[in-house]
């Protein structure tokens, strides 16, 4: 598991009880701030904080405009219904034959409950510890919600750790691993850029071994592996099988022979 070390603190800002904060912080191995204090935002660039019910990431910035947290809404134009109808480039990329779905980057875990919510069966992973934490609060609040009260459905399981060694632990290969690797920006700052993926850049950096995880994938995967890429980037694995578009970016779709 990756440790951070003076870029992130947990911070307590006095409501409620401490000691789920003591906890997290010790879990993530790193220092307990507390707002009361003067300074307490001199040292880390970002901080984890409970606010509003949520675990929430915040950068400088954001102290006092809320903070990022993991939506379990769905997106704009997505169907609320369960399961909603296999429509779009990622419902195209993952195949109309497809039952279980591996998400090995689940990074703010869009993509997943999208997938999620399409009816497919679903085992996220993440290697992130922060980014982790920050699913397991929206996956808790997540089963709270009416319809998945009603359906008696229960969230994704998450695996905590590295992709790359969890795929190898697998009994049975999933029918497809869906990779979202963090690719370098096409400029620097984009304006473009939305603030959620800024702070996971600054926070994590890019992922320097995309090509090693997509080999695992293709050994661990049943039937494909689907990967998604900014637009201008080349694709990870080679020439895919079939691509499929959507705005500013493209599913790779890699078959298994």
Excluded at 216 to 234: I, N, Q
């Amino acid at each position: 598991m990756q440790r951070y070390s003076g870029k992130l603190a947990v911070l307590f800002e006095g409501q409620g009880d401490i000691q789920p904060f003591r906890q997290l912080a010790e879990r993530l191995a790193v220092p307990l701030r507390n707002s009361s204090e003067a300074g307490f935002d001199n040292r880390e660039m970002f901080f984890l904080s409970w606010r509003e019910g949520c675990l929430k990431l915040l950068d400088k910035e954001l102290l006092k405009k809320g903070g990022l947290v993991v939506d379990i809404e769905p997106r704009h134009g997505e169907q609320r219904s369960w399961p909603a109808p296999k429509q779009g480039p990622l419902a195209q990329a993952l195949g109309r034959k497809t039952r279980t779905v591996v998400d090995a980057t689940t990074g703010w875990g869009q993509d997943s409950l999208h997938i999620f919510r399409m009816g497919y069966e679903l085992l996220c992973m993440e290697r992130s510890p922060v980014m982790a934490e920050l699913l397991i609060d929206g996956f808790k609040r997540l089963v709270d919600q009416d319809w998945m009260l009603k359906l008696n459905l229960q969230p994704p399981l998450l695996l905590a750790g590295d992709a790359i060694q969890l795929l190898e632990t697998l009994e049975t290969g999933p029918d497809c691993i869906y990779l979202d690797p963090m690719f370098p920006p096409k400029r620097k700052k984009s304006a473009l850029a939305k603030k959620s993926m800024m702070i996971l850049r600054d926070l994590l950096g890019d992922d320097q071994d995309k090509e090693q995880l997509f080999a695992a994938a293709l050994m661990a995967a049943g039937k494909r592996v689907v990967v998604k890429s900014p637009d201008y980037a080349e694709p990870l694995g080679g020439k895919p099988n079939e691509s499929f578009q959507g705005k500013l970016l493209r599913y790779d779709v890699y078959i298994k022979a």
